[in-house]
Antibody, heavy 120, light 106 residues
Framework: QVQLVQSGGDVVQPGRSLRLSCAAS????????MHWVRQAPGKGLEWVAV????????LYADSVRGRFTISRDNSKNTVYLQMNSLRGEDTAVYYC?????????????WGQGTLVTVSS | DIQMTQSPSTLSASVGDRVTITCRAS??????LAWYQQKPGKAPKLLIY???SLESGVPSRFSGSGSGTEYTLTISSLQPDDLATYYC????????FGQGTKLEIK
């Protein structure tokens, strides 16, 4: 069965960095785009970033562009989100999610979520 | 940019009721609309994609419809397990979520 297992959430100070990981299993990871979606406490869902199946294309939400970097290692079935210059407004539960259809940003499987808290 | 507005924001209904949640878009688009269910403390779960296609494994009491700027999620007979917040999402090579509808069981 498809599983996405996340790690890396933590409490960090503003301006610092953090890397999230999402390990996939149960499907051919290298065939699917992968996304990150976040949810601030008590708020709705916000798409953050996408990486194509082979890592050649990456897109970001305006709110994180230039600070966050999405990457993947298809040999390890893992997608990453490197978050730099963190701000208080980045505080959220971050989810990795699979994009089932190339070019369309909807998500059929989600990780369990990992909490990132940015606070001094 | 397209904006998605869900109504109502909160909904209280009884077991067995027929429930409808509406999602309105600021601009018309062609059926690229998904619905998700998020239970407290859990990740969202895909229910419907392409406006009316039921995701595999999702109970048939869930259905989606609509076109243009107005889309609906219907639960034909509300069950206790349906307590959740529901989100619509317009997608293409981008993603825009509605603000969510919290469904409470009376």
């Amino acid at each position: 069965q498809v599983q996405l297992v996340q790690s890396g959430g933590d409490v960090v100070q503003p301006g610092r960095s953090l890397r999230l990981s999402c390990a996939a299993s149960g499907f051919t990871f290298s065939s699917y785009a992968m996304h990150w979606v976040r949810q601030a406490p008590g708020k709705g869902l916000e798409w953050v970033a996408v990486i194509s199946y082979d890592g050649s294309n990456k897109l970001y939400a305006d709110s994180v562009r230039g600070r966050f970097t999405i990457s993947r290692d298809n040999s390890k079935n893992t997608v990453y989100l490197q978050m730099n210059s963190l701000r208080g407004e980045d505080t959220a539960v971050y989810y990795c999610a699979r994009g089932p259809v190339r070019g369309f940003y909807y998500f059929d499987y989600w990780g369990q979520g990992t909490l990132v808290t940015v606070s001094s | 940019d397209i904006q998605m507005t869900q109504s109502p924001s909160t909904l209280s209904a009884s077991v067995g009721d027929r429930v409808t949640i509406t999602c309105r878009a600021s601009q018309s688009f062609s059926s690229w609309l998904a619905w998700y269910q998020q239970k407290p403390g859990k990740a969202p779960k895909l229910l419907i994609y392409k406006a009316s296609s039921l995701e595999s494994g999702v109970p048939s009491r869930f259905s989606g419809s609509g076109s243009g700027t107005e889309y609906t999620l219907t639960i034909s007979s509300l069950q206790p397990d349906d307590l959740a917040t529901y989100y619509c999402q317009h997608y293409n090579s981008y993603s825009v979520f509605g603000q969510g509808t919290k469904l409470e069981i009376k």
